[in-house]
C-alpha cells in the first residue's frame, strides 16, 4: 500500500477499495472466463450460444463453490458445465428442427464426445479479443462485449458503469454477439499481415475502457472509477500473451502512469483539479514505479510507438516532485515526435500546450491558431478552454474570462462547466469586469 | 454521448391533437409504441417518459415565507414539454437521425407529421480538459 497519508481522501480511498474488493472466488472466475469461453467457442464455434453457456457455468460456479469449496481444476469443471449447457441447448435446437424439417445437425456437433476435456491454449484469449474488439463492430459494442466475455462482468455492472438499462446493454451485447454470428469471423488468430492492425484495435477498445473510467468525476459512489482498472487487468492479460509487444507495454504503463493521479484529479466531492494544482502527495508511487519501469525496459528496445510516447508523457509529469519542476522542454520534445506519428488534433493542442510552457504563452496560442481551421477540432471547447488558460497566463485577462465562458457554454461535462465557470469568475472578480 | 429527444407543442397542438379521429389516434399510438420498441431493441434507449397535458401546468414561486405560489396563466404561444426520449448514441448525426424518425409521426390523416424535436445532449460527468 503506497502511503498518501491525507486524510480527507484517505478515506475516500479504503471506502473505495472496499467498494471494488471480489471475493477471491469471484477473482478466479474472472480470471478463467476467457479461457473457459475460448475453449467452448473452440469447440463449438458458435460464439453467442458458447457466451451464454459460459455465463450459466459461471453463475453456478458463483452459487456452488462458496457452499462446496473450490473443485480440483476450476477451469474444468467451468468447461464442462459450459459444454453441458450448450448440448443441452443444441439438443432442443435439434429436436425442434427435426420436428420442423428433419434437417440434420453439422456432424462435427457430435453429442457423444463432449465430455473430453479441451486442453488448454493460451491463444484462446487473444483470439477471444480479437472477435470481441472486431473493426466490423461500433465501439460501443466492442467495449461491452469485451468486458462481457474477456472481462467476465455481469450485464448489470457493466450497464451501471455506463449508466444505461441492464435491458439497453442486454441488447447491445446480443446485437454483437449476433453480427459476430452475421460475419462468419471464424474463431482463429487473424493472418500475420492483419495482425498488427487488428492488434490495434484491440488496444484501441483497451484504451477506451479506461478513459471511460479515468474521465469520470462522478465521486465514488458510482464506481465507474472500477472501469480503468478493468481496463488495466485486461492489458495486463494481453500483455501475458503478446509480451513482446512493445505498444501493449506501452499502452499498460500509459494506465498505470496516469490512473497513478486518479485520486488528485478530482476533489471527494467530484471537482476538477488541474495538473498543475493536484496535490502530489495523492500521487500512487509504487504504480507510477511500476510503469516507469516498464516503459523503460521497452523504450531500450527501439520500436516505439504513439502509446510508449503518451506513457513516456506521463511519466515526465509523475516523476516531477512539483509542478514548477516539470521538465516541460522533455515533454515538448516527446509531443513532436508523437505529431510526427499521428494526425490526431488533440495532440497538436497539447503540443501548443507544452511549446506554451517553454517558449511562452504567445508561442502556444500562435499554434491554437493554426488548430482552428481545423474542421474535426472546430467549436471544440477544449480549445476554447486551452486558449483560456493560455491567453491567463499571457496576462489578458479579459481575453481568458471570455475564453473560459465560450468554453464552458460548449463542454458537456459537469464537472468541467464547473471549473470553467469557476476560473472565469475567479478572474472577473479580480478584473472587476 | 447521451442525448434528450424532447416533443414539444401549444396548448392549440394539444387541443387540435385531443380532436383526431379513433383511426388517426390509433396509427399514432401505435408508432410511438414501435418506436420505442425501437430503440430498445436497437441497444440506444435509456429513458423515456410522457407528460400529462398542459392544462393543469402551475408555474410555482416560493413565496417571501418560502410558501408556494402557484399561477395557471400562460401565453399562447409557450411550448410545453408533451414528453421525451433519453437516448445513448455514438454521435450528434445519429441523435438527430431518431428524432427525425419521432418527428414523422404519423399525423391527422395518417401522413407523416414534421414536429419540432428539440434535442440536447445531457450533461455527463466526465471531466478532460487535458490541463
Known amino acids: 500500500m503506497p502511503i498518501w497519508g491525507y486524510r480527507t481522501h484517505e478515506t475516500v480511498e479504503s471506502k473505495r477499495m472496499e467498494e471494488r474488493s471480489e471475493t477471491p472466488i469471484e477473482v478466479l472466475l474472472r480470471e478463467l472466463t476467457p479461457q473457459v469461453l475460448g475453449s467452448v467457442i473452440r469447440r463449438f464455434r458458435d460464439f453467442a450460444s458458447a457466451e451464454d453457456a459460459v455465463q450459466e457455468a459461471l453463475l453456478a460456479a458463483a452459487m456452488q463453490w462458496p457452499r462446496d469449496g473450490l473443485p480440483d481444476n476450476p477451469r474444468a469443471w467451468l468447461t464442462r458445465v459450459a459444454f453441458r449447457r450448450i448440448t443441452d441447448q443444441i439438443r432442443s435446437e435439434w429436436a425442434r428442427r427435426r420436428r420442423e424439417s428433419e434437417l440434420a445437425l453439422d456432424p462435427a456437433l457430435t453429442l457423444e464426445s463432449t465430455g473430453i476435456e479441451t486442453p488448454p491454449r493460451e491463444d484462446d484469449t487473444l483470439i477471444l479479443l480479437f472477435m470481441c474488439c472486431h473493426p466490423a463492430l461500433t465501439s460501443a459494442s466492442a467495449i461491452a462485449l469485451t468486458l462481457r466475455a474477456v472481462g467476465g462482468l455481469t450485464t448489470a455492472e457493466i450497464a451501471r458503469a455506463f449508466l444505461v438499462p441492464e435491458a439497453t446493454m442486454a441488447q447491445r451485447i446480443s446485437r454483437a454477439k449476433q453480427s459476430i454470428r452475421d460475419s462468419g469471423i471464424p474463431f482463429q488468430l487473424p493472418t500475420a499481415g492483419e495482425r498488427a492492425q487488428r492488434l490495434r484495435s484491440v488496444l484501441h477498445v483497451l484504451y477506451l475502457i479506461f478513459n471511460e473510467g479515468y474521465t469520470s468525476s462522478a465521486g465514488p459512489r458510482l464506481r465507474r472509477d472500477d472501469l480503468s482498472h478493468e481496463a488495466i487487468r485486461l492489458t495486463r492479460i494481453v500483455r501475458k500473451v503478446q509480451p513482446n509487444d512493445a505498444e501493449v507495454a506501452g499502452l499498460l504503463a500509459l494506465m498505470l502512469l496516469t490512473d497513478a493521479r486518479r485520486l488528485a484529479r478530482t476533489t471527494p466531492e467530484g471537482e476538477l483539479v488541474p495538473l498543475a494544482k493536484q496535490d502530489r502527495a495523492l500521487w500512487d508511487r509504487e504504480q507510477i514505479a511500476e510503469g516507469v519501469a516498464l516503459l523503460s525496459a521497452v523504450l531500450a528496445k527501439g520500436s516505439v510507438g504513439p502509446y510508449q510516447l503518451q506513457a513516456a508523457i506521463a511519466a515526465v509529469h509523475d516523476e516531477a516532485g512539483r509542478s514548477e519542476d516539470t521538465d516541460w522542454s522533455q515533454i515538448l520534445a516527446l509531443y513532436e515526435l508523437l505529431r510526427r506519428m499521428s494526425d490526431n488534433p488533440m495532440v497538436s493542442m497539447n503540443h501548443a500546450i507544452a511549446a506554451a510552457m517553454v517558449h511562452g504563452p504567445s508561442k502556444g496560442l500562435e499554434l491554437l491558431e493554426a488548430l482552428d481551421s481545423d474542421p474535426r477540432l472546430g467549436g471544440h471547447h477544449r480549445l476554447d478552454a486551452v486558449r483560456a488558460h493560455l491567453l491567463e497566463m499571457a496576462g489578458d485577462h479579459n481575453g481568458a474570462i471570455t475564453n473560459y465562458r465560450i468554453a464552458a457554454g460548449r463542454t458537456a461535462s459537469i464537472p468541467e462547466r464547473n471549473y470553467l465557470m469557476t476560473q472565469a469568475a475567479r478572474l472577473s472578480e479580480s478584473t472587476g469586469r | ?131
Open chain 2, 1 to 131: 454521448m447521451k442525448y434528450i429527444l424532447m416533443m414539444t407543442g401549444t396548448k392549440a397542438d394539444f387541443d387540435a391533437y385531443a380532436k383526431w379521429s379513433k383511426e388517426d389516434l390509433q396509427r399514432n399510438v401505435a408508432f410511438m409504441r414501435a418506436f420505442s420498441k425501437e430503440l430498445k431493441d436497437s441497444g440506444v434507449y435509456v429513458a423515456t417518459e410522457g407528460l400529462a397535458w398542459p392544462h393543469e401546468a402551475k408555474i410555482v414561486r416560493a413565496g417571501k415565507d418560502g410558501e408556494p405560489i402557484t399561477d395557471g396563466v400562460f401565453p399562447e404561444s409557450k411550448e410545453f414539454l408533451a414528453g421525451y426520449w433519453i437516448i445513448d448514441v455514438e454521435s450528434p448525426e445519429e441523435a438527430y437521425k431518431i428524432a427525425a424518425r419521432a418527428s414523422a409521426a404519423p399525423g391527422s390523416g395518417g401522413k407523416p407529421g414534421s414536429m419540432p424535436i428539440e434535442v440536447r445532449q445531457v450533461l455527463s460527468s466526465h471531466a478532460d480538459l487535458g490541463l
